[in-house]
């Protein structure tokens, strides 16, 4: 059986790049990071699913790829965060970023940071296959939107 790929430690090594504690990691460099691999992640769902031309690609890519989708995706597998990866979700969502969405809420915008700080985290860590498997639980079982959802008051949460 052939050895699965560390891409992140392969990086280093080849590039001869000291490898960093990942808590030294701010939330938002976790989520620019983080970013990218779900953005492949998703090109690579989508097309495996078509082979059709790349502005139709690009269209289903944007329906996962967006705060509000990646805002939903976190909402569903939160129950099937480890110890630790809630903490690395939060520490994300509560960063102070310096922009903003263009089509999303604030509310979501923060949420999908810290789900890409989660994505971060998780490629960063070597745990593909970890983050595959909640990306893929998080886009198969969408958040029903006919139920309502909590509401605080005041600011989000900040636990």
Excluded: W
């Excluded at 965060?81 to 509560?94: F, I, S």
């Excluded at 940071?113 to 985290?121: D, I, P, S, V």
């Excluded at 309502?148 to 900040?158: A, L, S």
Aim: with cysteine; glycine share 6%.
């Amino acid at each position: 059986m052939e050895k699965s790929l560390n891409l992140p430690e392969h990086i280093r090594e080849l590039f001869d790049i000291k490898e960093l504690d990942i808590r030294g990691y701010s939330p938002l460099s976790l989520a620019f990071i983080g970013d990218s691999v779900y953005e492949i992640i998703i090109r690579t769902y989508v097309i495996a699913s078509a082979n059709r031309p790349a502005h139709e690609l690009n269209k289903m890519k944007v329906k996962y790829v967006n705060a509000a989708a990646q805002a939903d995706i976190i909402a569903t597998i939160m129950d099937m965060l480890t110890e630790e990866e809630p903490d690395v979700y939060k520490r994300g969502r509560n960063a102070k970023s310096y922009t903003s969405a263009k089509n999303a809420t604030i509310a979501d915008y923060r949420k999908a940071t810290g789900f890409e700080a989660l994505c971060g985290y998780l490629y960063l860590k070597g745990q593909m296959e970890r983050l595959l498997e909640l990306v893929k639980y998080g886009i198969e079982h969408p958040v029903d939107h006919e139920k309502p959802k909590q509401v605080f008051k005041g600011k989000e949460e900040q636990e």
